[in-house]
C-alpha cells in the first residue's frame, strides 16, 4: 500500500538519499508543497519516495513491492533517482546508471571561501554561458541534465572561477552529491579541473566537517579516484 506521509520513518538509516529528500522538502514543503509517500508490505514500512512534477528519489528495502512502485511510477510518468543495484528490480528498459566515489581525503588548504551556496539554476546558468562562451553541461545521455536539473532543484554548493567550475547539489550536514566539473575546451589539461573540485570539497567542508562528499560520474572515475574518492556503489535514473 502507497500512501502520503509527513516524514521519513527512523527505520531508514541516513544515507545520500535521504539527505536529498530531506533537503528537497527543507527547501520546497512550504512553498510548493513536495509530496513524500510510504510503501507497506504486511504492516512494515518497505519504501519512501519523494518529490515533485513527478521526479521522485527513492529508498527502499529487500522486502519492497517493487511490482506495485512500478505501476505507481508509471502512472505518473516518473523520472526516478535510486540505488543502481534498486534500479535493476523495476520493469523498465530506460536504466541509466552512473558509478559513485566517495571522497577520502582531508581539508584541501590554499582556498579562500569566496563563493558557495546558491541556487542550481543560477549555477547551471552561469555554466552555459561560460566565461568564454563554451563551458557547457557535458552532453551525456540524457540522465545526466535531467539528473542535474530537476534533482539539485534549488540547492548547489559550488566553485565558480573563470574558465573553470565545479558543482555539487543537495548539500548539507551529512551528504553532498558532486554532480559536475567543467572546463572551458582551450584550458584543459592545466589541472583546472582538479582545482576546481578540491575547492569545491573545501567550500563543502569548511560549513559541513562531518559531510560525506560524493561524486557521480558516468566515466570520470579514474578522475576522482586520482583525487582520494574511492569507488562506493551506483546511482540509477529510471524514466517510466
Same mark, same amino acid.
Given at each position: 500500500?502507497?500512501?502520503?506521509?509527513?516524514?521519513?520513518?527512523?527505520?531508514?538509516?541516513?544515507?545520500?538519499?535521504?539527505?536529498?529528500?530531506?533537503?528537497?522538502?527543507?527547501?520546497?514543503?512550504?512553498?510548493?508543497?513536495?509530496?513524500?509517500?510510504?510503501?507497506?508490505?504486511?504492516?512494515? $514500512? =518497505? +519504501? /519512501?519516495? #519523494?518529490?515533485? %512534477?513527478? !521526479?521522485?528519489? @527513492?529508498?527502499?528495502?529487500?522486502?519492497? &513491492?517493487?511490482?506495485?512502485?512500478?505501476?505507481?511510477?508509471?502512472?505518473?510518468?516518473?523520472?526516478?533517482?535510486?540505488?543502481?543495484?534498486?534500479?535493476?528490480?523495476?520493469?523498465?528498459?530506460?536504466?541509466?546508471?552512473?558509478?559513485?566515489?566517495?571522497?577520502?581525503?582531508?581539508?584541501?588548504?590554499?582556498?579562500?571561501?569566496?563563493?558557495?551556496?546558491?541556487?542550481?539554476?543560477?549555477?547551471?546558468?552561469?555554466?552555459?554561458?561560460?566565461?568564454?562562451?563554451?563551458?557547457?553541461?557535458?552532453?551525456?545521455?540524457?540522465?545526466?541534465?535531467?539528473?542535474?536539473?530537476?534533482?539539485?532543484?534549488?540547492?548547489?554548493?559550488?566553485?565558480?572561477?573563470?574558465? $573553470? =567550475? +565545479? /558543482?555539487? #547539489?543537495?548539500? %548539507?550536514? !551529512?551528504?553532498? @552529491?558532486?554532480?559536475?566539473?567543467?572546463? &572551458?575546451?582551450?584550458?584543459?589539461?592545466?589541472?583546472?579541473?582538479?582545482?576546481?573540485?578540491?575547492?569545491?570539497?573545501?567550500?563543502?567542508?569548511?560549513?559541513?566537517?562531518?559531510?560525506?562528499?560524493?561524486?557521480?560520474?558516468?566515466?570520470?572515475?579514474?578522475?576522482?579516484?586520482?583525487?582520494?574518492?574511492?569507488?562506493?556503489?551506483?546511482?540509477?535514473?529510471?524514466?517510466?
Amino acid at each position: 500500500m502507497i500512501r502520503r506521509i509527513d516524514s521519513i520513518p527512523e527505520i531508514f538509516k541516513e544515507s545520500v538519499f535521504t539527505s536529498r529528500i530531506n533537503a528537497l522538502l527543507n527547501t520546497y514543503r512550504k512553498t510548493v508543497g513536495v509530496d513524500l509517500f510510504s510503501q507497506t508490505v504486511d504492516g512494515s $514500512v =518497505t +519504501a /519512501v519516495f #519523494g518529490g515533485m %512534477d513527478g !521526479s521522485f528519489t @527513492l529508498i527502499s528495502n529487500e522486502n519492497a &513491492d517493487y511490482e506495485e512502485l512500478s505501476s505507481y511510477f508509471s502512472f505518473c510518468g516518473a523520472v526516478v533517482f535510486c540505488e543502481g543495484t534498486v534500479g535493476e528490480k523495476f520493469n523498465t528498459k530506460d536504466l541509466k546508471k552512473a558509478d559513485l566515489y566517495e571522497y577520502q581525503g582531508g581539508m584541501p588548504t590554499g582556498f579562500t571561501y569566496n563563493n558557495g551556496h546558491d541556487s542550481i539554476e543560477k549555477v547551471y546558468h552561469a555554466l552555459e554561458k561560460g566565461a568564454d562562451g563554451d563551458i557547457k553541461l557535458p552532453p551525456f545521455e540524457f540522465w545526466y541534465t535531467d539528473f542535474c536539473s530537476r534533482f539539485n532543484h534549488n540547492s548547489a554548493e559550488y566553485f565558480l572561477e573563470q574558465n $573553470v =567550475t +565545479a /558543482v555539487a #547539489g543537495f548539500v %548539507d550536514r !551529512s551528504y553532498a @552529491l558532486v554532480t559536475g566539473v567543467a572546463v &572551458d575546451k582551450a584550458c584543459r589539461g592545466k589541472g583546472l579541473g582538479k582545482t576546481a573540485l578540491l575547492g569545491l570539497i573545501h567550500n563543502i567542508l569548511i560549513k559541513f566537517p562531518q559531510c560525506k562528499i560524493i561524486a557521480s560520474t558516468v566515466n570520470a572515475g579514474g578522475f576522482y579516484e586520482n583525487l582520494n574518492f574511492k569507488h562506493c556503489g551506483t546511482v540509477a535514473v529510471l524514466k517510466f
